[in-house]
């Protein structure tokens, strides 16, 4: 069964830059453009912040991006702000016998 | 707009059945898969299955596969997952979500709470 590995947490300051890493294998990160990042705030329903690795839903800032290299996929957020803290899950789609896996999760903390 | 809407809160005993319900509007129910998705308390979100709501072909988890049925009734634009054989480690909250193209969950129901308890 897949794994994505995230960071337990990252932290950054307002106005910087911090990146979260999804680390996986060629069979689900490495082997297709299907990557999504959710991001919650505690007690509240999952908002899907970046899908098909790097394409952002209306209503996201441009502030949100992702990329993906090999078999790590990495979410960026530039001009943090406090409204972002909050955690952030990433998701890879894995191939038609076991589709679909979420990552362990990363807490943002806006110092 | 796009709206998913769960059934309410169930508090069930170990061995038991429950049966979550997902209703959709503001969109053809058959164009978009739905998807459950499980969260347990602390953790992380875990995926379930999906249903082709046009067809109600469905792919599921195989950690969830012999106890899990995820149907849909096309009429009234609501799907459905239950979940048999309850222990104590099912208690979670549970959503469905929308997929229009891979895994790009939104929007989401507002969740359902299952406790499973003696």
């Known amino acids: 069964q897949s794994a994505l590995t995230q960071p337990r947490s990252v932290s950054g300051s307002p106005g910087q830059s911090v990146t979260i890493s999804c680390t996986g294998t060629?069979?689900?990160?490495?082997?297709?453009?299907?990557v999504s990042w959710f991001q919650q705030h505690p007690g509240k329903v999952p908002k899907l912040m970046i899908y098909?690795?790097?394409k952002r839903p209306s209503g996201v800032p441009d502030r949100f991006s992702g990329s993906k290299s090999d078999n790590t996929a990495s979410l960026t957020i530039s001009g943090l702000q406090t409204e972002d803290e909050a955690d952030y899950y990433c998701c890879s789609y894995a191939g038609h016998s076991t589709p679909i896996f979420f990552g362990g999760g990363t807490k943002l903390t806006v110092l | 707009q796009v709206q998913l809407v769960q059934s309410g809160a169930e508090v069930k005993k170990p061995g038991a059945s429950v049966k979550v319900s997902c209703k959709t509007s503001?969109?053809?129910?058959?164009?978009?898969?739905i998807h459950w998705v499980r969260q347990a308390p602390g953790q992380g979100p875990e995926w379930m299955g999906w249903?082709?709501?046009?067809?109600?072909?469905?792919n599921y988890a195989q950690k969830f596969q012999g106890r899990v049925t995820m149907t849909r009734d096309t009429s009234i634009g609501t799907a459905y997952m239950e979940l048999s054989s309850l222990r104590s480690d099912d208690t979670a909250i549970y959503y469905c979500?929308?997929?229009?193209?891979?895994?790009?969950?939104?929007?989401w129901g507002q969740g359902t709470l299952v406790t499973v308890s003696s």
């Open positions: 098909d690795v790097s």
């Open positions: 060629s069979s689900d990160i490495g082997g297709y453009n299907y």
């Open positions: 249903i082709d709501t046009n067809n109600g072909v469905t």
């Open positions: 503001g969109y053809t129910f058959t164009t978009f898969f």
């Open positions: 979500a929308r997929t229009v193209t891979n895994i790009d969950f939104d929007p």
